[in-house]
């Protein structure tokens, strides 16, 4: 996740360097896993020229499932299961990267045949679509095209964007007042989205100008929860010693603290505060960890 969030970052830098706002427009694919269709799958592996031994595998690994549902004392009758993959079972990320591949391979080709400068990002069922332009007209514009394409390309492919949580956010250095516009997706079906303060994607908070105020307080605050419920843990007889506690914070509260630090590591980035408020937090765990008042 933290290389996609750089990534976005770098992108939206280098808009700046050319005085170029970025806009993004994040889109869930629904019901993800339970979605995938085996037929198309298959077909997806022969047009790759898979070895026909893996091909085989996977034909007679995806077809002629069966399932039942059981509730307390009732059991119900088995019935086919033709479309959808379990998301704990550990061939479901693999076939659905494999799944996805084509969807994107035609998306960047439509793009590019109808000359929409649009950059695409996309973490397991999280999606993004990013444009750069000086006018948030044209921004509109791109998002607005690209948002189409992929709707239609997606739906081909028997898959469903979940309109709820679909969001627009723009990143400007503009000063004063900042009335970006709305992006109306009616026409298609979705929502029309008013672009917020603040826009959270894959964890990460962010704000139109980049300053990681919001998500520094949003995980130190998390980690200093964190070490003041260390006092739970423990027996009747006696809590967690100081080895014990260290441990515990190296492993489960740094982990929290540092979460997308490297993101704002960018050119002119504005690091005081960030310090500041991991200097106050780690002084917190080490009261905790010593038990010093």
């Given at each position: 996740?933290?290389?996609?969030?750089?990534?976005?970052?770098?992108?939206?830098?280098?808009?700046?360097?050319?005085?170029?706002?970025?806009?993004?427009?994040?889109?869930?694919?629904?019901?993800?896993?339970?979605?995938?269709?085996?037929?198309?799958?298959?077909?997806?592996?022969?047009?790759?020229?898979?070895?026909?031994?893996?091909?085989?595998?996977?034909?007679?690994?995806?077809?002629?499932?069966?399932?039942?549902?059981?509730?307390?004392?009732?059991?119900?009758?088995?019935?086919?299961?033709?479309?959808?993959?379990?998301?704990?079972?550990?061939?479901?990320?693999?076939?659905?990267?494999l799944y996805l591949l084509l969807v994107f391979h035609i998306f960047e080709?439509?793009?590019?045949?109808?000359?929409?400068?649009?950059?695409?990002?996309?973490?397991?069922?999280?999606?993004?679509?990013?444009?750069?332009?000086?006018?948030?007209?044209?921004?509109?514009?791109?998002?607005?095209?690209?948002?189409?394409?992929?709707?239609?390309?997606?739906?081909?492919?028997?898959?469903?964007?979940?309109?709820?949580?679909?969001?627009?956010?723009?990143?400007?250095?503009?000063?004063?007042?900042?009335?970006?516009?709305?992006?109306?997706?009616?026409?298609?079906?979705g929502p029309i989205l008013h672009p917020k303060e603040m826009w959270q994607y894959l964890g990460f908070?962010?704000?139109?100008?980049?300053?990681?105020?919001?998500?520094?307080?949003?995980?130190?605050?998390?980690?200093?929860?964190?070490?003041?419920?260390?006092?739970?843990?423990?027996?009747?007889?006696?809590?967690?010693?100081?080895?014990?506690?260290?441990?515990?914070?190296?492993?489960?509260?740094?982990?929290?603290?540092?979460?997308?630090?490297?993101?704002?590591?960018?050119?002119?980035?504005?690091?005081?505060?960030?310090?500041?408020?991991?200097?106050?937090?780690?002084?917190?765990?080490?009261?905790?960890?010593?038990?010093?008042?």
């Amino acid at each position: 996740m933290t290389n996609a969030g750089t990534l976005l970052i770098h992108l939206i830098c280098s808009g700046w360097v050319k005085n170029c706002s970025t806009s993004t427009l994040a889109f869930d694919i629904a019901q993800f896993f339970p979605s995938l269709n085996y037929q198309i799958l298959s077909l997806i592996m022969d047009k790759a020229e898979f070895n026909l031994r893996i091909f085989r595998f996977f034909s007679n690994y995806l077809v002629g499932r069966k399932t039942k549902y059981l509730w307390n004392n009732f059991s119900s009758l088995f019935f086919d299961v033709n479309v959808g993959m379990g998301q704990g079972l550990a061939l479901s990320p693999i076939l659905f990267a494999l799944y996805l591949l084509l969807v994107f391979h035609i998306f960047e080709k439509r793009l590019k045949n109808l000359k929409i400068p649009v950059s695409f990002i996309s973490f397991v069922n999280d999606n993004l679509l990013i444009s750069q332009n000086k006018s948030f007209k044209i921004l509109n514009a791109n998002l607005f095209c690209s948002y189409h394409v992929i709707y239609c390309l997606l739906d081909h492919f028997e898959l469903v964007i979940e309109q709820g949580k679909t969001s627009v956010f723009y990143f400007s250095r503009a000063q004063g007042a900042f009335n970006p516009p709305s992006l109306d997706l009616s026409i298609l079906g979705g929502p029309i989205l008013h672009p917020k303060e603040m826009w959270q994607y894959l964890g990460f908070i962010f704000n139109r100008k980049l300053f990681s105020h919001q998500h520094i307080n949003f995980y130190m605050n998390k980690a200093i929860s964190t070490v003041k419920s260390m006092k739970m843990l423990g027996n009747s007889s006696r809590g967690l010693i100081s080895t014990q506690k260290h441990l515990l914070y190296k492993t489960c509260i740094l982990p929290i603290a540092l979460y997308s630090f490297p993101l704002w590591y960018y050119n002119n980035a504005l690091l005081l505060y960030l310090f500041k408020v991991f200097k106050h937090m780690q002084r917190r765990a080490t009261l905790g960890i010593i038990g010093v008042f």
